[in-house]
T-cell receptor
């Protein structure tokens, strides 16, 4: 089955700096990779996603890159702001159409 | 995106009783809904895929007789935790996908505490 690993588990950055979160997956049939932001006690929110036919996607301060050969994908947040502080989850949609989540990264942006 | 609601947001029940959680899609007709479980400070784990008008598909290790899923309409799926035990205490959260399992939007979750 799919195994999604996510690093780091915690990340602290100064406001204005960039943050990078990395994930790897094992199922070569996985073809869709969303990223979710979850604030304490709230629902996960879809912030960006990428399909396997694309290598990079950007939406304002957020970008995701995908390396299918190496089976890894990354989330990049530039010009971080305190409101970016949350837990971020990566996920991979397997060939069986099940969404497997990474273990999460707690991002803290220090003002 | 899609707007998803869940009810109740919190429930406390006694061991041995059953609890029903509702998941509603407010602005999208969802033939498929997904049920996840999230332990404190942990990731989301898919429990089952709810299919409108047919039986749910359960993930390995999830007891279908304990976690009953009914998807009677395109806007409502229910999860019933039967004969609840303290180890069933968790955050249960549903989602709908705008295109099958793609672009999943989550409900606000239900925190279940079994005493």
């Amino acid at each position: 089955g799919e195994n999604v690993e996510q690093h780091p588990s915690t990340l602290s950055v100064q406001e204005g700096d960039s943050a990078v979160i990395k994930c790897t997956y094992s199922d070569s049939a996985s073809n869709y990779f969303p990223w979710y932001k979850q604030e304490l006690g709230k629902r996960p929110q879809l912030i960006i996603d990428i399909r396997s036919n694309v290598g990079e996607k950007k939406d304002q301060r957020i970008a995701v890159t995908l390396n299918k050969t190496a089976k890894h994908f990354s989330l990049h947040i530039t010009e971080t702001q305190p409101e970016d502080s949350a837990v971020y989850f990566c996920a991979a949609l397997t060939g069986a159409n099940n969404l497997f989540f990474g273990t999460g990264t707690r991002l803290t942006v220090i003002p | 995106g899609a707007v998803v609601s869940q009810h109740p947001s919190r429930v406390i029940c006694k061991s041995g009783t059953s609890v029903k959680i509702e998941c509603r899609s407010l602005d999208f007709q969802a033939t498929t809904m997904f049920w996840y479980r999230q332990f404190p400070k942990k990731s989301l784990m898919l429990m089952a895929t709810s299919n409108e008008g047919s039986k749910a598909t359960y993930e390995q290790g999830v007891e279908k007789d304990k976690f009953l899923i009914n998807h009677a309409s395109l806007t409502l799926s229910t999860l019933t935790v039967t004969s609840a035990h303290p180890e069933d205490s968790s955050f249960y959260i549903c989602s709908i996908g705008l295109a099958g399992p793609y672009e999943q939007y989550f409900g606000p979750g239900t925190r279940l505490t079994v005493t």
